[in-house]
């Protein structure tokens, strides 16, 4: 069993920066595909980010919508994911979950909220215009 919390939401005016985290416990993240989703009211659970669980080295996967401004990365040492987040704009805003597993491998980004078995609490994220 694995719990994740994630922390580091908050109000940002368009165009500034957040740093999402999501701090595992129960197992060690780094042999999960981890990722980051959002979900803004009335719409559905969307991929923002995805990283590989293979150890030290990792594959990434970002939805068009924030590639060249989100960076997903992981500290094994503290068994954390992050999330930055730039740029940001008033359309970013939602409700960001982490996840993990249930199984991990070098190129596996699962994509789907379907692929992942744990789930964080969730974290808000408003981007005032």
């Known amino acids: 069993q694995v719990q994740l919390v994630e922390s580091g939401g908050g109000l940002v005016q368009a165009g500034g920066s957040l740093r999402l985290s999501c701090t595992a416990s129960g197992r060690t993240l780094s042999t999960y595909a981890t990722g980051w989703f959002r979900q803004a009211p009335g719409k559905e659970r969307d991929i923002v980010a995805a990283?590989?669980?293979?150890?030290?080295?990792?594959?990434?996967y970002y939805a068009d919508s924030v590639k060249g401004r989100f960076i997903i990365s992981r500290d094994n040492a503290k068994n954390t994911m992050y999330l930055q987040m730039n740029s940001l704009k008033p359309e970013d805003t939602a409700v960001y979950y982490c996840?993990?597993?249930?199984?991990?491998?070098?190129?596996?980004?699962?994509?789907?909220?379907?692929?992942?078995?744990?789930w964080g609490q969730g974290t808000q994220v408003t981007v005032s215009s």
């Open positions: 996840a993990a597993g249930p199984r991990g491998g070098l190129h596996y980004t699962p994509n789907h909220s379907w692929e992942y078995a744990y």
């Open positions: 990283i590989s669980g293979s150890g030290e080295s990792t594959s990434t």
